[in-house]
């Protein structure tokens, strides 16, 4: 009995630092990696500006959804955008034809040299981070977000 309560312990901590890897609101989030066509990217350069950070894979019917509601609002509102891809090695040639479609760049999460977004559990997974890079909303989770949501969580960030 004892080395089963054990086991559980040992399984709900482990469990317990992997979701506590996901950014929450306040934290100012690392991310330095590079993008689809081997562009760097480093998220500590676009403070000063609202950034919308989209986790995302082609898998993802959710993320497929949030897509043209990112790149319509990020044009719209000036924001930056910066999607962070979740797919396999073998899915990234899919992946760059998926995002010729957008007007915003996407990285790559395996091959980042800092992620503090962590290796994602549930996508899709937005983050709205104000001017000074921190974390002021969260969307999605799972599911897509509204793009009236994704206004105001913008609107908020702005302020």
């Given at each position: 009995?004892?080395?089963?309560?054990?086991?559980?312990?040992?399984?709900?901590?482990?469990?317990?630092?992997?979701?506590?890897?996901?950014?929450?609101?306040?934290?100012?989030?690392?991310?330095?990696?590079p993008?689809?066509?081997?562009a760097?990217?480093?998220?500590?350069?676009?403070?000063?500006?609202?950034?919308?950070?989209?986790?995302?894979?082609?898998?993802?019917?959710?993320?497929?959804?949030?897509?043209?509601?990112?790149?319509?609002?990020?044009?719209a509102?000036?924001?930056?955008?910066?999607?962070?891809?979740?797919?396999?090695?073998?899915?990234?040639?899919?992946?760059?034809?998926?995002?010729?479609?957008?007007?915003?760049?996407?990285?790559?999460?395996?091959?980042?040299?800092?992620?503090?977004?962590?290796?994602?559990?549930?996508?899709?997974?937005t983050?709205?981070?104000?001017?000074?890079?921190?974390?002021?909303?969260?969307?999605?989770?799972?599911?897509?977000?509204?793009r009236?949501?994704?206004?105001?969580?913008?609107?908020?960030?702005?302020?």
């Open positions: 009995m004892k080395l089963r309560t054990l086991i559980l312990a040992a399984a709900l901590i482990s469990g317990a630092g992997a979701a506590s890897a996901a950014p929450k609101p306040g934290d100012a989030p690392r991310f330095n990696g993008t689809l066509d081997g760097a990217v480093d998220l500590a350069s676009l403070r000063g500006q609202v950034v919308v950070v989209d986790l995302w894979a082609t898998w993802c019917a959710p993320c497929r959804i949030e897509m043209p509601i990112l790149d319509a609002v990020g044009q509102r000036g924001v930056k955008i910066l999607a962070l891809s979740a797919d396999k090695p073998r899915d990234l040639p899919k992946a760059g034809r998926l995002m010729a479609a957008f007007h915003f760049p996407s990285a790559v999460i395996a091959k980042a040299r800092v992620n503090d977004f962590g290796d994602p559990r549930v996508l899709p997974q983050y709205v981070l104000d001017r000074q890079g921190r974390v002021t909303a969260v969307l999605g989770l799972g599911q897509p977000f509204s009236e949501a994704l206004e105001a969580a913008i609107a908020a960030a702005s302020r």
